[in-house]
């Protein structure tokens, strides 16, 4: 293997319809992915909700079987579930877990807050599950954190004094701190993202892109403008940043497999 390779990662967050549109086909952007990704021959982790899990069952366990990861993304993607307390988020988590389980038949390690809104206690949560890494994280200022940029790295969470949960960061664009994907990867264009993912390569890091099938299905109008700009050319723009990291050099890798690579070079 390559001394010290860049690293990709293709994260997808199925998310339900929005309530501003109920009706999307999240399924119809789920299968526009699939198709692209085996074009490109690229493995991803997708963040699953489980309400979606169980209305997608069949869906579901294709984006297990095209090789692709199966990670949660909560119960039903709730802005409010970092307000729980330990006892309440165990117990969804718990839940969340099972039912995606039972409708993908795979039990998920990985877990992406909603709205990438994490603290201490979702952790604690996510360790007492029994899960191996979380992929909330964004080291910008606007996502209240102050971290510095360098270290956009996977690292270590120590839950108590055996056990630790593996922390995998979205990156983050330093022109314009905010996160590599959905929205702000529609709004600032390709440009921007292939900015942030040369610096990111720069500092050796794995780079974590995210987006939702939402952000690939055509819309022309929506709560802001932010909501479905950029929806129509958003898959060719994604097409571009995969050819981008793949004349980089960067490997694709699923992230449960960046977490595994991660643990065994530190432990
Ligand atoms: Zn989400």
Redesign the pocket.
Known sequence: MKHNPLYFVMTV?V?PPPPSAPDLKIDEGILSLLQMFKENEIKSTFFVTAVMAEKFPDLMRKVKRDGHEIAC?DLD?SPMVDKLNLTRLVSRLRIATQLIEDYVGVRPYGYRA??FKINRNQLVALYKNGYIYDSSIIFSPFFRSLRVFSFSKPFFVSINKNGWLIEIPVSTNPIMPFPIGGAYFRVFGEKWAKAGMKVNFLFKNPLIFYI?PKDIIVQTSGPSWYSYKNTSKCLDSLKEIINYAKKTGAIFIKAIDLAYLFAKIKI
């Open positions: 967050d998310d993304h993607h909603p709205l939702h």
